[in-house]
Nanobody
Framework: QVQLVESGGGLVQAGGSLRLSCRAS????????MGWFRQAPGKEREFVAA????????NYADSVKGRFTISRDNAKNTVYLQMNSLKPEDTAVYYC?????????????WGQGTQVTVSS
């Protein structure tokens, strides 16, 4: 069983930066692939970024490549999402997810979400 708690959301102007954190409870954090998803009002939840258990492999949605960076600290059971050059279209509730293999919308473990609002 894994419990996930996100933090770090807030209100920022376009062009600004935020760093989201997701802390996991439970054992064997390094055995989980971790991911970030987001859901904007009236839209479906979408993939943002994912990182392998060791942190050596990551991938990103095209819409955030070059602006967002996912990382993890297995000693702290925490995964991060550094978001730079934020745009109003990045406004959404951001969720972290965990899975033993690929993180997808069907993954079993989700946080409660943290709101990110980017003003123009």
């Amino acid at each position: 069983q894994v419990q996930l708690v996100e933090s770090g959301g807030g209100l920022v102007q376009a062009g600004g930066s935020l760093r989201l954190s997701c802390r996991a409870s439970g054992r064997s954090f390094s055995s989980y692939v971790m991911g970030w998803f987001r859901q904007a009002p009236g839209k479906e939840r979408e993939f943002v970024a994912a990182i392998s258990g060791s942190g050596g492999i990551s991938n990103y949605a095209d819409s955030v490549k070059g602006r967002f960076t996912i990382s993890r600290d297995n000693a702290k059971n925490t995964v991060y999402l550094q978001m730079n050059s934020l745009k109003p279209e990045d406004t959404a509730v951001y969720y972290c997810a965990a899975d033993k293999s690929l993180v997808t919308l069907r993954s079993n473990y989700w946080g409660q979400g943290t709101q990110v609002t980017v003003s123009s």
